[in-house]
């Protein structure tokens, strides 16, 4: 009786690499939010808050169109969101190789969240202090 | 030379190679899994590349707008078309691979063909658009 591919698929992840079902689910559920988020980002930087469609943005449409919380939460989201799907991806696609010891996946999984720490910090503090 | 490890012991990528290299030919699905990795490490990237661009922008003062000038050029639009590709296939895929999951008894090598039309139409209607 041939296994289905999602239980081979889960056998494969769990045999093959330290990293939990719950991540992997996770890349799943983010990658649904990613497409409504990065969707309307596209939609809202290109069409929405420029002049025109065909213009580019200019700083000050930026900076109004930050005020508007809904708009924040679009951009705050789609940065954290983004920064954990990427980087859990990333991470998966390293361990999948094999061969790596609990002490080296406890390294990269530090040095990825540090990174995601700091991007996610820059882009909330340093352009909420950029653009006001 | 190594001999060749057991079963369990391949990773994904040494049995991908293995598939490539057999006189067996590669599936649409292993291309379209292929594929997924690398515009996932391609968009990963770009993230990166992307807030550390605007950062540098914003924080030297006033030129924001001269940046978004140049960028403005059509050598630019063909860039942005490009790269909505690579993120509409690692999307497109990434559906796929969730309904997978959610609905196992899917074929997966006919849905690997779907992938492949949706992000060609999408991909054309997309260039279209922006052109």
Redesign the interface.
């Known amino acids: 009786m041939q296994r289905?591919?999602?239980?081979i698929?889960v056998r494969?992840a769990a045999?093959?690499t330290q990293m939990s079902v719950l991540s992997w689910f996770a890349q799943?559920w983010t990658?649904?939010i990613?497409?409504v988020f990065?969707g309307a980002h596209?939609v809202v930087s290109h069409w929405v808050a420029p002049s025109g469609p065909t213009e580019?943005?200019?700083?000050g449409e930026?900076a109004s169109r930050l005020q508007a919380g809904a708009y924040r939460f679009l951009d705050v989201g789609l940065?954290v969101v983004?920064?954990y799907h990427?980087?859990n991806?990333?991470l998966r696609?390293v361990v999948?190789?094999?061969?790596v010891s609990g002490r080296l996946y406890y390294v990269l999984l530090g040095v990825l969240s540090a990174?995601g720490i700091a991007?996610t910090y820059?882009?909330v503090v340093?352009?909420e202090a950029?653009?006001g | 030379m190594k001999s060749i490890p057991t079963e369990?012991?391949k990773?994904?990528?040494y049995r991908f190679w293995e598939r490539t290299l057999s006189d067996r030919r590669m599936g649409v699905g292993s291309y379209v899994w292929s594929l997924h990795?690398v515009t996932?490490?391609v968009?990963?990237g770009y993230?990166?590349a992307h807030?550390f661009v605007?950062?540098t922008i914003?924080?030297s003062g006033g030129s924001?707008?001269n940046v978004?000038?140049v960028?403005?050029k059509p050598g630019v639009k063909v860039g942005e078309i490009i790269l909505?590709w690579v993120?509409l296939l690692h999307?497109v895929n990434?559906?796929r691979?969730?309904a997978?999951?959610l609905v196992?008894?899917?074929d997966?090598r006919i849905s690997a063909y779907a992938v492949a039309g949706v992000t060609a139409v999408l991909g054309i209607l997309v260039a279209i658009f922006i052109w």
């Open positions: 289905d591919i999602s239980e698929a494969t045999r093959g799943r990658g649904v990613l497409l990065v596209l580019a943005i200019s700083a930026v940065l983004a920064l990427g980087l991806g990333v696609v999948s190789a094999g061969h990174i991007l820059f882009g340093v352009f950029l653009l | 369990s012991r990773n994904t990528y990795r996932g490490l968009v990963a993230l990166v807030l605007l950062g914003l924080s924001f707008d978004m000038g960028l403005a909505i993120v999307a990434g559906i691979l969730f997978l999951d196992p008894s899917m997966h």
